[in-house]
């Protein structure tokens, strides 16, 4: 198959979209400065550089959203949606059911985050749990290229506001797509590796980091299912659960924080849902309680790697839990 | 377009008769505290009177007056602030962000400055569409004290949004004089800032507010350039129910009931001999028994189902 | 002891913490109106209200606190924290580790949640979850007037930004209040009740109905330990661990939407650190992923109430667990 | 206060300097991209040499020029944009937010308009205190679209705070023209919708930049009102590095590279005689060498320890 980027994903999903329904339309700050294919065979209108200023941008989606059009926004990088939040969580998320359903919200609002571009912590935030525990609102983080086109084009044909995130550090990675139309459905989770020792869990960069870890377990006898969740929100709970209850042993890994994280949520549902079939503690390997740090070496530690995902993983089934005071990010 | 005088003073005894009965509901306990109007009736009758039956509404968490001059069902109201089944969005929105899509009034919030926010998208679909419907926006002299103010005319004036701003000066952001909010009187002078025309009018004087609301509306459908509209009343009840007003300046306040919308509109009309006691009475009985109705009808109405709950937060 | 309300807890709270210390201040839209009397007592220059614009009132915060003063905040109802989540999250929450430790951010914000007024989902949220998730940040949600005389007087000598909310129906209810001097340190959680067969773990207005449903409890036989937060950040992990693993059945209770709110990142404790004790699936009874209704039947369902607590507790301890299918939240 | 040119001549050459050993940094891979202020030197020496010693300076994402201007340590700036360990915030910040607390730049933010809600709390923070130190705001004519800037200046009018607002106008906001996200072409004409002076000067003439900073600085230190100073100028590389400017009026960027404040600087001290190629020479190379040693130190400086992940999260 064809290679391509994550980048490219994006704009092939935005153009055959935008081709498909003339209701689709894309902005923000150096949208059509940045897309000049789009712009040049969509038009000005469809294609616009916009003013300095996401919460007009997000509150103008939302408006144009529920008066017929298809907004997808751009807000760069996902600290960035602080200055949104009005408009996406109390606008965008509520206004439906406020409204007694009198208006719909069909809405991509795209940004970037995720360590390796050393950019510190004012353009790197994984805050994507903020939009899970927010009502309205469907959430997704695409791992590959194929998956960046085929849910951004289910994103953007959902009637209900979709963030979607971008691994900045995937953006640039080639990798296969087809050709034909693909389209992927939101909250179905992808099953990228089957083994009966341990269900390993993740979504974004990190499920490059999970894989890698369950090679590396295999070579110690380790057989280990690994999830990328895809969409956030809704969570596609059915293969979460369908995989713990085979394999009894569950890690989450992901880059955001602990607390309340999508990690939080997961192991709170195995603990309910799956819990006669448990047979080891839950482990979530995540991001520190701290802000993303610039320096490349602490970037780095920030982000649970493949060895540090594997060493856990192997104590766990090996039946040592880790101590309680081992730290559970990548620098333990 | 041209006003009916009497048609805009019945109006505004109606939106004037709906807000008493509120307080009348919330002091006994029949619906939550809500925020009235009275005093801006002027405002409301006045700008809505100026617009087509094509262009859209936005307004805020005192929306009463703009519902009612764009023809709500008093009955839907009232439903809607008891949290009823048959209130205009079932009983899950309250008085604060009403939304009456079939009559035009989309989109309310409550959050300051929500609306202006969202009008900028209401006009884009409007302008990519086509049609030469225009979008009014109503807001207070608070919201221009938000950042979303200033995002949302200067990305109207950018893109050629076709918006009629109005905003509302009624002196008072909830319990804070807009003295202690901006070094300027007016927001219409503000308008420059962004390279857009504005004007201020007086809000009490329901023919004024409809000549300049008919002007800039014209002008906006015309030019699909946004207008900013200041009109220049005052709040004169407290901010929600109930509400002592005990921090209100007892002289501005008796300044500002002397120059009451409703009254200033009666007594024009009994000068020029348009209308009688006999006239005035028998307006204020039907106005009466409309509102006598419609609480009948908010009253009879169930409360929404509990499997309600969860319905509608997903398309 | 003398009875007061909530709302003179917070006002006494802020008058002896103004008298001791100079550079407390407090600002917000309508402050000085409403208080009058700190306005007296402390004068203009301490006691301020502001324009209409929540962000610049905690940007303003943010930078007179790392210059030395400690701001009070009052953005009056949690959905308007939207407006500050620049300020809050990126400014107050980051540039302490940002700036390599060159400032700090000690100010206090107040807001109001919670069901029970009818003002609909735009000034209705418990969005408390996303600050615990936001590095830098402490969060404090009180249940009574004694803990929000203590743990506002903690907050506000605490040298990190606290989100302080309050749940509004709880603001007018009488309870005792020492006369003496009352500070509750922050991070620890208060066991209100004690027994061997459940942990109930909650914060807030629903701690008052996980009380009313352990004393229902109790008549059937059941004996439960009752935990109140206080604190929502740092968490109390010691106290609500200790519980867990005598008991070896929690469950949490929050009005707060459930996807990564509290109760996941609660339950998901358990889960890890109390697995070996757990006899039973980890339950959470929170509100319903929705925005908060204003109709008074919906908003009441809205909230888990004792009889719902009592009713899933009870078969958790019986040992039939809730079927997957029920929904978890009151209407249940 | 008087400026003198020769003095503001090497200083903006040493921004020059170090900014281009940044590119350098920057094409081998040794840091991360960077946002250069190339062509806006006179701005910062011009406002930044007319501030006291006792005064703040806040600034964003494009902040080389103000930091060296107020006397930043090269080989700590270089660390920190390294990540490294001696760098000004221990490599935790990076390039887009450097503080420098001990020369009096505080709390930047790269999130565009951050530093303007964090001003008038640092500025708060002052007229509590009490003393004439003011508080100068760098920030960008896209920062100016934001809201944060229409509540950040209105709260100074109205709580009269000692605020130096320098907008610096560089045309470009990242990838989108002034043009495009505003009707109007000046900021300063801002001031009057906020009832609070402004004025718009010629960014790439050092003196007059510093004329204008000085007499505004001495208006907000007189009257502890705020002031908003316009610097007109121009991003002469592009938003970050490496960006090709394609998008970029070649005309346009022509037109202001003949107006190269470090090229007026030099031809006006030349048609004084107060520098010869030679003094021109040497001040070159003692920049260089600076640079150098700087380089070396940051170099030199480890990586921080793999435990400061975690430190300095909370007090
Ligand atoms: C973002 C936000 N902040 C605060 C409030 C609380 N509040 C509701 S109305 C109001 C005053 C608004 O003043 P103005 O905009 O002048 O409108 P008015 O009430 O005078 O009609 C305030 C502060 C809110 N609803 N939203
Ligand atoms: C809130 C926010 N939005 C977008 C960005 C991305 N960004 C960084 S600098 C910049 C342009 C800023 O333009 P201006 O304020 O004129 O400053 P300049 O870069 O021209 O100095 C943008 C869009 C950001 N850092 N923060
Ligand atoms: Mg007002
Ligand atoms: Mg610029």
């Known amino acids: ?332 | 377009m041209s006003l009916d005088l009497i048609e805009a003073l019945s109006r505004m005894i109606l939106i004037r008769a709906y807000e008493e009965k509120l307080v009348e509901l919330q002091t006994s306990g029949k619906a939550p505290g809500t925020c009235t109007s009275v005093g801006q009736e002027a405002s409301a009758v006045g700008v809505v009177s100026a617009l087509a039956a094509d262009d859209l509404i936005l307004t805020n968490h005192r929306s009463a007056g703009h519902l009612i001059a764009r023809g709500a069902d008093l009955g839907r109201l009232f439903a809607e602030v008891m949290g009823k089944r048959d209130g205009y969005c079932g009983g899950k929105s309250g008085s604060l962000h009403i939304s009456a899509r079939d009559i035009g009034v989309v989109l309310t919030s409550t959050i300051v400055g929500g609306e202006l926010g969202l009008a900028t998208g209401v006009a884009l679909s409007r302008s990519m569409k086509g049609g030469d419907g225009i979008v009014a926006c109503f807001f207070g002299d608070g919201a221009a004290c938000e950042g979303r103010f200033h995002e949302s005319v200067n990305l109207a004036a950018v893109w050629d949004l076709p918006i009629l701003y109005v905003c509302e000066n009624n002196a008072w952001q909830a319990f804070v004089h807009r003295r202690e909010t901006m070094l300027t009187e007016h927001i219409a002078d503000r308008a420059a800032a962004y390279g857009i025309e504005g004007e201020t009018v007086d809000g009490n004087d329901v023919e004024a507010v409809f000549a300049a609301a008919s002007r800039a509306a014209a002008k906006v459908r015309a030019t699909r350039k946004p207008f900013l509209l200041e009109v220049a009343t005052y709040r004169l009840r407290g901010h929600y129910e109930p509400d002592d007003q005990a921090y209100v300046d007892p002289e501005e306040l008796a300044r500002w009931r002397a120059r009451d919308p409703i009254a200033l509109a009666e007594a024009k009309l009994k000068e020029t001999g348009r209308l009688n006691e006999n006239g005035l009475r028998a307006l204020e009985r039907g106005v009466r028994d409309r509102i006598a109705q419609a609480i009948a009808f908010a009253e009879a109405s169930p409360y929404p189902a509990l499997t309600e709950l969860t319905t509608q937060v997903y398309a």
């Not at chain 1, 200023?53 to 529920?66: H, R």
């Not at chain 1, 953006?171 to 590796?193: Q, W």
């Not at chain 1, 299912?225 to 979460?240: G, H, M, Q, W």
């Open chain 1, 1 to 332: 198959m064809p290679q391509m980027t994550a980048n490219d994903a994006v704009s092939r999903a935005l153009a055959e979209e935008m081709r498909r329904d003339p209701s689709v339309m894309i902005f923000g700050e150096g949208v059509a400065t940045k897309r000049q294919d789009l712009r040049a065979e969509f038009g000005t209108a469809r294609v616009r550089n916009t003013p300095l200023a996401e919460g007009i941008i997000a509150g103008t989606a939302a408006g144009a959203a529920a008066m017929g059009l298809r907004p997808v926004i751009d807000l760069l990088f996902a600290p960035f949606l602080c200055y949104a939040m009005d408009e996406i969580v109390n606008s965008a998320g509520k206004l439906r059911y406020m409204s007694g359903g009198q208006f719909s919200f069909p809405m991509v609002v795209l940004s970037m985050t995720g360590a390796g571009w050393g950019v510190g912590a004012q353009h790197n935030h994984n805050n994507e749990a903020w939009f899970v525990h927010s009502p309205g609102l469907k959430v997704v983080m695409p791992s590959n290229p194929a998956d960046f086109l085929g849910l951004l084009k289910a994103a953007i044909r959902d009637d209900n506001p979709v963030l979607f995130f971008c691994d900045m550090p995937l953006m640039f990675a080639p990798g296969e797509v087809s050709d034909r139309e693909h389209v992927v459905p939101l909250g179905e989770a992808s099953l990228l590796r089957e083994g009966g020792d341990l269900t390993l869990v993740t979504y974004g960069k990190t499920v490059h980091n999970a894989v890698a870890a369950a090679a590396k377990l295999t070579a110690d006898g380790i057989q280990t299912d690994v999830i990328d969740l895809r969409t956030l929100k809704p969570l596609d709970e059915a293969a979460i659960l369908r995989s713990v209850r085979k394999t009894g042993r569950l890690v989450v890994v992901h880059e955001a924080s602990r607390t309340c994280g999508v990690g939080a949520e997961i192991a709170a549902l195995a603990a309910e849902k799956a819990f006669g079939f448990l047979r080891a503690p839950v482990l979530r390997l995540t991001g520190p309680d701290a802000p993303a740090p610039a320096s490349f070496p602490l970037e780095q530690a920030f982000v649970p790697q493949a060895e540090a995902i594997a060493v856990a993983a192997a104590r766990l089934v090996r039946g040592h839990t880790l101590k309680a005071d081992t730290p559970r990010f990548a620098t333990a």
